[in-house]
């Protein structure tokens, strides 16, 4: 069985930061991309930003130069920074991973519960 344990979230007021961090556990061969997605009240889920298992990143136009997307590849865990952040910002976000399993080597998307920011104006 495969985990993501996300945490980070909060309130904060427009303009201030958060770093939302997510973590895979469970009997994991190795992890392929590792991303943040993102989801208001009556919207679609959309990308926020993902990273390859060699560094490359992808942000969504609306969070570039404000959003840095990191990894820890020895903790197999996921960092999302976020910086001045707007109202606009506020969502739940999802950590997701695309992974092989230990045992079977069969590949598996997993999502994480999700961790709620709000942004103040």
């Known amino acids: 069985q495969v985990q993501l344990v996300e945490s980070g979230g909060g309130l904060v007021q427009a303009g201030g930061s958060l770093r939302l961090s997510c973590a895979a556990s469970?009997?994991?061969?190795?992890?392929?991309?590792m991303g943040w997605y993102r989801q208001a009240p009556e919207k679609q889920r959309e990308l926020v930003a993902d990273i390859t298992s060699g560094g490359m990143t992808n942000y969504a136009d609306s969070v570039k130069g404000r959003f840095t997307i990191s990894r820890d590849n020895a903790k197999n865990t996921v960092y999302l920074q976020t910086n001045s952040l707007k109202p606009a910002d506020t969502a739940v976000y999802f950590c997701h991973t695309d992974l092989i399993l230990r045992a079977s080597g069969r590949r598996l998307e997993v999502w994480g519960q999700g961790t709620l920011v709000t942004v103040s104006s």
């Open positions: 469970g009997s994991i061969r190795s992890i392929n991309a």
